[in-house]
C-alpha cells in the first residue's frame, strides 16, 4: 500500500530543480504516484512534458488565479483563444491526460469573477466532452462552483482539491461524483468546520494531497510543502475517523485511482 498525492505542483521550484533527485526520495517513502496538474498557457508544456515519468500523471487546466492580466482587461470571451488552445492541446494529447485542471473559482478576486466564472464552465463543457475528470480549486465559492457544474450535467467527476468547508458543502460535491482532497489546512486549528466534516463523509470519498509546494501544514518545519507531507496529513485525518489506519491508507489509495481511471 502506496500513496498517493492527488494535487501536487511538482513543476514549480523547488521540485523543478533535480526533480529525479526528489521523485527518488518520494519513491523511498512509498510516494508511488503524484497528480500534477497545470496551471495555464505558462506550463501546459512543461506539464505535458512530465507525464513521461511512470511516477507522475498530469492534467492541463487553466486555473482561476493564473487568467491572463490583458485578457482580464476586456470581455471575458477574450479568453477564448487561450481556451481553444487548451482544447485543441487536450484533444492532441488525451491519452496522455488522467485529469482538466486546474479549474475553477476564488472568491479571494471577485473582481475577475465574470472572467473565472467564463473559464470554469468553458472548462467543464470540454471535460465533459473529453471524459476527463476535473480538478477543481474551490474558494469561499462552493455553492455557486456546485451550481455550476450540476448545471452543465457534468458527471465526470473529480476532486475538489484542498477542500476547506462546510459537512452540507462537501456532500453537496460527493453527490455529484466528486472526491474531496484532503490537504495540509486540515492540520490548522481553524479548520475545525473542515474536520468536522471529514469525520462523517464516507470514507470513499475521500483522497489525499499536499497542494505542494503551497498549503503549509502547521507547525510545518520545511521552508515548502512536499509530498513527503502526505504522512502528517494522514495522521491528523486518521484521528478523525473510525476506520483503522490500514483500512483508511488502502481506500485513500484506491478512491485515488478510481476517481482518475486509472489502474496499476
Ligand atoms: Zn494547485
Known amino acids: 500500500m502506496a500513496w498517493f498525492d492527488t494535487h501536487c505542483h511538482l513543476d514549480f ?29 505558462q506550463n501546459w508544456q512543461t506539464v505535458l512534458s512530465l507525464a513521461e515519468h511512470p511516477m507522475l500523471k498530469v492534467g492541463l487546466g487553466y486555473h482561476p488565479c493564473f487568467l491572463e492580466r490583458s485578457a482580464l ?18 484533444y492532441k494529447h488525451r491519452q496522455t491526460l488522467s485529469a482538466w485542471g486546474e479549474c475553477g473559482l476564488d472568491g479571494r478576486f471577485p473582481e475577475t469573477l465574470a472572467h473565472q466564472e467564463f473559464a470554469f464552465v468553458q472548462q467543464i463543457v470540454a471535460a465533459k466532452k ?3 475528470p476535473l480538478l477543481v480549486h474551490s474558494v469561499r465559492l462552493h455553492d455557486r462552483l456546485a451550481q455550476l457544474i450540476k448545471q452543465q450535467q457534468f458527471d465526470v467527476g473529480g476532486i475538489i482539491h484542498g477542500f476547506s468547508g462546510s459537512y452540507t458543502q462537501a456532500s453537496r460535491f460527493v453527490d455529484l461524483g466528486f472526491k474531496i482532497g484532503v490537504g495540509g ?9 473542515t474536520r468536522k466534516a471529514l469525520r462523517r463523509l464516507p470514507i470513499d470519498a475521500l483522497v489525499l494531497e499536499t497542494d505542494a509546494p503551497d498549503m503549509p501544514l502547521y507547525q510545518m518545519t520545511t521552508e515548502h510543502n512536499t509530498p513527503l507531507h502526505l504522512a502528517a496529513i494522514f495522521q491528523c485525518l486518521s484521528e478523525l475517523r473510525s476506520e483503522s489506519h ?3 491508507k488502502h481506500m485513500l489509495w484506491s ?6 481511471n486509472l489502474s496499476t
Open 13 to 41: 521550484l523547488p521540485f523543478s530543480d533535480e526533480l529525479a533527485k526528489h521523485l527518488t526520495e518520494f519513491e523511498l517513502h512509498d510516494i508511488q504516484l503524484c497528480m500534477v496538474p497545470a496551471v495555464g498557457p
Open 73 to 90: 482587461l476586456g470581455k471575458p470571451e477574450q479568453l477564448l483563444p487561450q481556451l481553444d488552445t487548451l482544447d485543441q492541446l487536450v
Open 130 to 132: 473529453h471524459r476527463l
Open 185 to 193: 489546512g486540515i492540520t490548522w486549528p481553524r479548520s475545525e468546520k
Open 246 to 248: 490500514d483500512q483508511l
Open 255 to 260: 478512491n485515488s485511482l478510481q476517481v482518475l
